[in-house]
């Protein structure tokens, strides 16, 4: 069992920069891939980011060049730095950690980008 816990979501203007962090505890030394999430209401949940087990970083295209995903291992934190943020990523972030096939999720942290 995982438990995530998400911080850092808020109202940021068009061009600013946010910071997600997800407090990762439990069984934290099962992680393979962490992963960040989004949705907006009425819409499916897409991938953003995801740090795979070998170390591996991927981007979904719209975010590629502006976002930022890390983890820090000392502090069983993962990070998502948003900089340069457009109305477009105005969502609800997820993270998100695959141990042995099960998916973890942390609550969700609302992102407001006004333009």
């Known amino acids: 069992q995982v438990q995530l816990v998400e911080s850092g979501g808020g109202l940021v203007q068009a061009g600013g920069s946010l910071k997600l962090s997800c407090r990762l505890s439990g069984d934290v030394a099962g992680i393979g891939s962490m992963r960040w999430h989004r949705q907006v209401p009425g819409q499916q949940r897409e991938w953003v980011a995801i740090?795979?087990?070998?170390?591996?970083?991927l981007y979904a295209d719209p975010v590629n060049g502006r976002f930022t995903i890390s983890r820090d291992h000392a502090e069983n934190t993962m990070y998502l730095q948003m900089n340069n943020l457009k109305p477009e990523d105005t969502a609800v972030y997820y993270c998100n950690v695959v141990v042995d096939r099960e998916n973890y999720w942390g609550q969700g942290a609302q992102v407001t980008v006004s333009s």
């Open positions: 740090i795979a087990r070998d170390g591996t970083i």
